[in-house]
T-cell receptor
C-alpha cells in the first residue's frame, strides 16, 4: 500500500491549485482517503475525507473552498483548492484510512508543499 | 468541534526511560483515538488505533489506554528511533481533530 502526493507549488493569494494522491496497492474507489496538512512550525490538521461510498467531508477552515474527489480509472484522489490564503501554506499529506476502528490512517505519503504568498 | 488537548508539549528523556503522553478530549469520544509518530521530512506512522490496539509491525514497547475523555500513550524503554513528535487524533466526530503534538527529545 502506497500513496504519493503531487501538485504542490507556489501560488498567489486568491489562486487555485489541484493536488493529486496517486494510490497503489489498494483501490481508491472502495477506500477511505484523507488529506491532512501541517503548516510551518505547527502540528497536523485534518483537512478532508472521502468515504468509500463517495461522501465527502471537510474541516471548517476549508469548507466551501476545497473539493475532494477521485478518479478510479487513475486510482487517484484529488484535492482541488481555491480562494487560497496565506493560512493555507502547508505541507499536504494524503493518507489511506483503513477504517479499522474510526479513522485509522495507516499509509501516508511524504507530502507536497503549498506556499501561498504574494 | 472536539478539542484534543495533548500534554506535555515537549518532553526530554533518555534511552531506556518510560514516558507517558496524555490527550484529553473536550467531550466524550468513547475509544475513537488514534496515535501517530511523525519525524520531520517523513510520512507520519500509525502506532495505536481504537485507543489501545497496537498497529501491525509497531514494537510492543508502545501502548495506549483510555476511553471517554482521557487517553494516554506510553513508551516503555525508549529507543533512539523513538525520538519524534507524537500526535493523538479523535475520529468520533467530524471534523476529526489532532492534538497539538508532543515533541520527544533526547536528554
Amino acid at each position: 500500500v502506497q500513496v504519493v502526493e503531487s501538485g504542490g507549488g507556489f501560488v498567489q493569494p486568491g489562486g487555485s491549485l489541484r493536488l493529486s494522491c496517486a494510490a497503489s496497492g489498494f483501490d481508491v474507489g472502495s477506500s477511505y482517503v484523507s488529506w491532512v496538512r501541517q503548516a510551518p512550525g505547527r502540528g497536523l490538521e485534518w483537512v478532508s475525507l472521502i468515504y468509500a461510498g463517495g461522501t465527502t467531508y471537510y474541516s471548517g477552515s476549508v469548507e466551501g473552498r476545497f473539493t475532494i474527489s477521485r478518479d478510479t480509472s487513475k486510482n487517484t484522489v484529488y484535492l482541488q483548492m481555491s480562494s487560497l490564503t496565506v493560512e493555507d501554506t502547508a505541507m499536504y499529506f494524503c493518507a489511506r484510512d483503513a477504517r479499522i476502528v474510526g479513522a485509522t490512517l495507516d499509509s501516508w505519503g511524504r507530502g507536497t508543499l503549498i506556499t501561498v504568498s504574494s | 468541534d472536539i478539542q484534543m488537548t495533548q500534554s506535555p508539549s515537549s518532553l526530554s528523556a533518555s534511552v531506556g526511560d518510560t514516558i507517558t503522553i496524555t490527550c484529553r478530549a473536550s467531550q466524550s469520544i468513547s475509544h475513537y483515538v488514534t496515535w501517530y509518530q511523525h519525524k520531520p521530512g517523513r510520512a507520519p506512522n500509525l502506532l495505536i488505533y481504537a485507543a489501545s490496539s497496537l498497529h501491525s509491525g509497531v514494537p510492543s514497547r508502545f501502548s495506549g489506554s483510555g476511553s471517554g475523555t482521557h487517553f494516554t500513550l506510553t513508551i516503555s524503554g525508549l529507543q533512539p528511533e523513538d525520538f519524534a513528535i507524537y500526535y493523538c487524533q479523535q475520529s468520533s466526530h467530524i471534523p476529526y481533530t489532532f492534538g497539538q503534538g508532543t515533541k520527544l527529545e533526547i536528554k
